[in-house]
């Protein structure tokens, strides 16, 4: 019996997990929509039937028999919810930075370690959205060659801030005033993403280097990384550059398959 649940299903991480679901034809006896209570009561279609959102609350996630959940809730969110959920038998997949590097959380990225997930007691995490495009790119490379350094730089889009990066830079384009970046968004570029640390880092570039690390298992490379908000609405890029162990000719890194 799957009793499946979208956590913050009509935010951008949400819609796209049910287009891909929906996609892929994914098998469920029943799937429940969760939103904030502005979004609550509201009809959703999912595979041409017609659902109502509901409020996310203990009573609505615990009391409908559900046993996995996907998760697109805020990170703050999800210490809530994600962990109400888990705590009472509902395993979840959460794609916000809340339980990332806890140490009992599986951080997995089915191309590289999905042998993580077996061992979830409850919170399967999902990484960062520059930091997985990379380490599928990276693992093959680490696996043939040895990786001693690696050094990020992230372009990266609106749709990254959700909805309201988004509404920022349709707003700029249009004259307004920014209301979520600390900056204009539109014709600029921020070197801003989520807040700063005391050593100058922003969290987003600590998480490209700590979600690398614990995802390759080796918490002895040496990583950098700096990202960057720019004015597009979908797409970041990642510029990556890579000091091997061993020499390789460029030939030996294209023959490589994610699998390899
Ligand atoms: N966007 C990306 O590319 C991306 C990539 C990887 C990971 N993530 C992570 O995924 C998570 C979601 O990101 P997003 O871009 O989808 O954000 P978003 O577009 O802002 O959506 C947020 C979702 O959370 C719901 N929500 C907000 N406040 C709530 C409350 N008090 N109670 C219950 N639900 C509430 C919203 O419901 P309403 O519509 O009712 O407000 C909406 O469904 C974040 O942790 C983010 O870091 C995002």
């Known amino acids: 019996m799957i009793n499946l649940a979208i956590l913050g299903a009509t935010g951008l991480v949400g819609q796209k997990m049910?287009?891909?679901?929906?996609?892929r034809n994914f098998k469920f006896d029943n799937i429940f929509f969760f939103a904030s209570k502005n979004s609550a009561g509201q009809d959703l279609y999912f595979k041409g039937e017609k659902y109502a959102i509901l409020?996310?609350?203990?009573?609505?996630?615990?009391?409908?028999?559900?046993?996995?959940?996907?998760?697109?809730?805020d990170s703050p969110l999800a210490k809530i919810y994600?962990?109400?959920?888990?705590?009472?038998?509902?395993?979840?997949?959460?794609?916000s930075?809340?339980?990332?590097?806890d140490p009992e959380v599986p951080l997995v990225v089915p191309e590289i370690n999905p042998e993580e997930a077996l061992k979830a007691n409850g919170i399967i995490s999902n990484p960062n959205c520059s930091t997985i495009q990379s380490v599928v790119?990276?693992?093959?490379?680490?696996?043939?060659?040895?990786?001693?350094?690696?050094?990020?730089?992230?372009?990266?889009?609106v749709a990254g801030s959700g909805i309201n990066g988004i509404d920022d830079l349709k707003l700029g384009d249009?004259?307004?005033?920014?209301?979520?970046?600390?900056?204009?968004?539109?014709?600029?570029a921020i070197p801003h993403i989520d807040d700063f640390v005391e050593d100058g880092y922003s969290k987003e570039e600590l998480k490209m280097v700590n979600e690398s690390?614990?995802?390759?298992?080796?918490?002895?490379?040496?990583?950098t990384a700096t990202a960057v908000r720019i004015p597009v609405f979908e797409s970041h890029m990642v510029n990556i550059v890579v000091e091997t162990e061993k020499p390789f000719e460029i030939?030996?890194?294209f023959e490589l398959d994610n699998l390899s």
């Open 55 to 73: 409020e996310l609350n203990e009573e609505n996630l615990l009391n409908n028999n559900i046993n996995y959940a996907l998760s697109a809730l």
């Open 174 to 188: 249009w004259g307004g005033k920014n209301n979520f970046y600390p900056y204009q968004i539109s014709h600029n």
């Open 213 to 223: 690390r614990k995802i390759l298992s080796d918490d002895s490379l040496k990583i």
């Open 82 to 95: 994600v962990k109400l959920a888990a705590e009472n038998g509902i395993t979840v997949v959460d794609n």
């Open 18 to 23: 049910r287009r891909i679901l929906a996609e």
């Open 97 to 101: 930075s809340a339980f990332r590097m």
């Open 251 to 253: 030939e030996q890194i």
């Open 137 to 157: 790119a990276l693992n093959p490379i680490y696996k043939n060659f040895g990786i001693k350094r690696i050094i990020y730089t992230t372009y990266q889009a």
